[in-house]
């Protein structure tokens, strides 16, 4: 009986690590200043398109164009993780789920935006990029949607807009000239198969709880 009473302890101690494990972020867990190309699942066509954005298109409102281009592999299709505020998301720091983070289009300095204006093709909301410098408004801001605690790189997950409550979206719809074959990006308000993302290639910050210590992958 004493001996049984011994070895408790013990292996309590030996599943500690286990327990606790949902608690601190994985080494894949997407962190603040990471710059992703984020591709869209398509749960019912089996093929991804990167969400791009191209400072000569406009959209419908007169702001800059955020489409799905199939397979693209430019640095147009890279964004920067950020927080509502620089030091509210320190570089290297773990998003966490139900976070709002801003996403920041490398190449023009433009935010992910959404407002209250019909999309052109499937009269959805309109996405756009907004903003300069980093520097935009309100409308700016997304939530991550994820099943943990930590957004995990390899897992599919949503973006909602904070403002709106509308859900980052593709449905399939085509542009045509001047940039036929890429597809509509919008705000969906049901929360669906079309509004799952993955974060794929790109500079990986090495998550930290300490935003003093981390690394690139």
């Known amino acids: 009986m004493r001996g049984r009473r011994r070895l408790f302890p013990l292996l309590l101690l030996a599943l500690l690590p286990g327990l606790c494990h949902g608690r601190e ?4 867990a997407g962190t603040c200043g990471s710059v992703l190309d ?74 992910l935006h959404t407002h209250h204006f019909p999309s052109p093709l499937s009269n959805n909301q309109e996405v756009s990029a907004f903003g300069d410098d980093g520097e935009g408004d ?11 605690t930590y957004w ?27 940039i036929r074959g890429q597809r509509e990006v919008h705000g969906m308000s049901a929360a669906n198969h079309h509004n799952y993302w993955k974060a794929m290639e790109g500079v990986f910050i090495k998550p930290s709880l300490d935003p003093a210590k981390h690394d690139e992958l």
């Open 152 to 178: 995990e790189r390899e897992d599919a997950v949503r973006f909602k807009h904070v403002g709106t409550e509308v859900f980052l979206s593709i449905t399939g719809e085509q542009y045509g000239h001047p």
């Open 38 to 111: 984020f591709s869209h699942v398509f749960l019912n066509w089996g093929s991804g398109m990167s969400l791009v954005s191209f400072n000569s298109i406009q959209t419908g409102s007169g702001q800059q164009s955020v489409t799905g281009v199939e397979a693209s592999d430019d640095a147009n299709s890279y964004w920067r993780i950020r927080g509502k505020s620089d030091s509210s998301c320190q570089r290297g720091t773990p998003v966490k789920c139900g976070q709002a983070i801003r996403l920041t289009h490398v190449n023009t300095g433009k935010n």
């Open 138 to 148: 309100d409308l700016d801001f997304w939530i991550v949607q994820c099943s943990g």
């Open 25 to 28: 972020p994985a080494p894949g």
